[in-house]
């Protein structure tokens, strides 16, 4: 399964990324 998250830098992708991955246990 791939997501793409699209935003600003700085907006908190790497952190919603992180936080979906443990949520759902797939790698990030």
């Given at each position: 399964?791939?997501?793409?998250i699209i935003?600003?830098?700085g907006s908190?992708?790497?952190?919603?990324?992180?936080?979906?991955?443990?949520?759902?246990?797939?790698?990030?």
């Amino acid at each position: 399964m791939k997501i793409q998250i699209i935003g600003y830098s700085g907006s908190g992708k790497s952190t919603l990324a992180k936080t979906l991955g443990e949520y759902y246990k797939i790698p990030y």
